[in-house]
């Protein structure tokens, strides 16, 4: 099958999936929506698996209808798109089938409409990460968007993930309607909307405000969707009230999309004479990076509710890509990629086995779970190997792309590699701190903090109705090959090597240009290397170390908590009270965010 199909196949497939579910689901049992929608999963992966192989070293375009780049819509995937979208795939298969006995859903008219929703929201992350055109990018943005409300207030019995959606929806509607203006600006300027005809017509004008302001409006929606700092907030509080399988998707995928978003407009449209200079991008989104990497540790490290623990672990590490992309060569994208890929697994993952702590005891609090979940063994071995993986530890994909990433970033800043380490332990062992504790009963159970507020995640609603049940074997099989596929990812150096073409294609905007336009094609340059080296194999094996000890510390400390007047107590306190939970906050932040995003790239420009 040629590129020309596969390509809008790979939209297609889970849009007439989701057609299908949406009217065939009224009729059809519950197993019948089930089997429907893991066939259509399992078709979407296929087709993207064909995509992947076509690709290799070179960018896979499509013209829409016929119509060439000047007048239509262009398709258009590299290795690191076309990967990104097959992680989409692989996740949505998995969620699909986790979920075959994950919610007591009726059998009528509503069997289908979870499956649907699923099915939607992939094919607007797939859109996103395989179109070639600006405006289609922002559709395929609010699809995904779109199906993400739904799907964070999908029970919408519960007050709690309701208010988590409106929270979710506002903010990132807000940060959309700022994106559609800085595209209405550039759109002004130039009278493209093609990524590759943007960049050639943008080359033809001085860089001057109007594309600053442009540029980070434009960036906005994807920083919100991202989750960086300070656009970050809505992202802990959806995670804590949404649907377990939902948020293994936006964990996973989702959040990724947005720094791929950055990554592929800055390089097609903005990197270029009339664009936004290297040297401003590369330190204004490595601050960004190393100030989210921190404050998500942090947070992430502070919780006891384990949704919204895995919730900024993934803030976390969202700043630890932008620094990967922020570096501006082959070689910080190809580290990028394989962490994204084994990222997105091993937190899928993660998630997939807290669902099974809410299948069994309907809480997810940290505490009040000490001890309780020591019957299931194999579900803590993995959520213990999975903490693992998050910290670091060779050979995990995990550990190869943290590798990669510094070895990438010690030839620009010695000191960013410490940024990698510090981030990955502290997140990697608030999750081992946490399966120490519920599946082993390490340490003594925890005491509330007289004085402080915290979500516990105590009471939630379980998302079965029959906790007496058996745990149906497919919830710890999902995550078990989620992780076996994390620590492929790092063993066979095949797999990160065949990033490599794409890293090269990804931070060559000629060669994108070339193929989109049809044009003479240009060889890529400089080709990274993707291989474990032993400086980024023992900075995974100290990470890890780091994160043992921490855990261990956290478990068997008997020494009191710091002193409420401590500095180091206080700023943390001050931390959590700027996630306040007040929609008026949030939207406060990300407006000075947004303020703020301008002023350090104008500064430099």
């Not at 929506?33 to 192989?53: M, P, Q, S, Y």
């Not at 959606?165 to 093609?194: M, P, Q």
């Not at 071995?381 to 943290?402: C, E, Y």
């Amino acid at each position: 099958m040629t590129e020309n199909a596969l390509l809008p196949l790979a939209v297609a497939i889970p849009l007439l999936g989701a057609a299908l579910l949406a009217v065939a689901g009224r009729s059809l049992p519950r197993t019948g929506c089930d089997i429907l929608a893991t066939t259509c999963a399992g078709a979407e992966t296929a087709c993207l698996v064909l995509l992947w192989t076509h690709t290799g070293g070179h960018l896979a375009t499509a013209d829409l209808g016929g119509w060439p780049a000047q007048l239509g819509i262009v398709l258009a995937a590299d290795r690191v798109g076309a990967g990104l979208a097959l992680l989409v795939a692989v996740l949505v298969l998995a969620v699909v089938v986790y979920s075959w006995r994950y919610f007591d859903e009726p059998t009528g008219e509503h069997a289908g409409a979870f499956p649907a929703l699923i099915l939607l929201f992939e094919a607007g992350m797939a859109g996103f990460a395989l179109t070639g055109d600006l405006f289609n990018a922002f559709v395929f943005f609010e699809l995904m968007g779109a199906a993400a409300y739904a799907l964070t207030g999908y029970h919408i019995e519960d007050p709690r993930p309701l208010h988590g959606a409106l929270t979710f929806g506002i903010v990132t509607s807000f940060a959309a309607y700022c994106s559609l203006l800085g595209i209405g600006l550039l759109y002004a300027r130039t009278g493209e909307l093609n990524l590759a005809r943007l960049g050639r017509q943008l080359a033809a004008h001085h860089t001057d405000l109007l594309t600053v302001v442009a540029f980070a409006l434009i960036c906005t929606a994807l920083l919100v969707k991202a989750a960086a700092v300070p656009f970050h907030f809505w992202l802990p509080d959806a995670h804590a009230v949404a649907p377990t399988p939902v948020c293994m998707l936006m964990s996973g995928a989702m959040v990724e999309l947005g720094v791929y978003g950055i990554a592929r407009i800055y390089w097609t449209v903005f990197s270029g004479p009339g664009g936004i200079p290297h040297q401003a991008f590369r330190t204004t989104f490595t601050a960004l990076g190393v100030f989210t990497t921190l404050v998500g540790a942090v947070m992430c490290w502070q919780q006891r509710h384990l949704k919204r623990l895995l919730a900024f672990s993934t803030v976390s590490h969202i700043g630890l890509f932008f620094i990967g992309i922020a570096l501006l060569t082959p070689d910080g994208v190809l580290g990028t990629a394989v962490y994204v890929a084994a990222h997105g697994l091993v937190k899928a993952a993660l998630f997939a086995l807290t669902g099974v702590l809410l299948d069994r005891y309907g809480s997810v609090d940290e505490h009040g779970l000490h001890g309780k979940a020591r019957e299931l063994r194999l579900v803590g071995v993995l959520f213990v190997i999975g903490a693992l993986a998050l910290a670091g530890l060779p050979p995990f994909g995990t550990g190869l792309g943290k590798a990669l990433s510094e070895d990438a970033a010690d030839r620009w800043q010695a000191w960013l590699p410490a940024v990698f380490v510090a981030a990955s332990a502290l997140t990697g062992a608030a999750v081992l701190r946490a399966g120490l504790r519920i599946f082993y009963g390490a340490g003594l159970a925890p005491r509330s903090r007289p004085g402080q507020d915290e979500t516990t995640g105590e009471g939630e609603e379980p998302e079965i109705r029959t906790p007496q049940r058996t745990l149906p074997p497919v919830m710890a099989i999902i995550p078990a090959v989620l992780i076996g596929l994390a620590a492929v990812v790092g063993l066979l150096p095949a797999v990160a090597a065949s990033f490599a073409p794409g890293a090269a294609v990804f931070t060559d905007p000629a060669a994108y240009t070339a193929a989109v336009l049809t044009l003479p094609s240009t060889e890529p340059g400089h080709l990274p290397t993707a291989d474990w080296t032993a400086a980024g194999a023992l900075l995974g094996l100290l990470s890890t170390a780091i994160a043992t000890a921490l855990a261990a510390t956290a478990v068997h400390r008997t020494a009191p908590a710091p002193a409420a007047h401590h500095p180091g107590a206080w700023a943390v306190r001050a931390l959590r009270r700027l996630h306040s939970g007040h929609l008026g906050d949030y939207l406060a932040w990300l407006a000075l965010g947004v303020a703020v995003l301008c002023a350090a790239i104008a500064a430099q420009t």
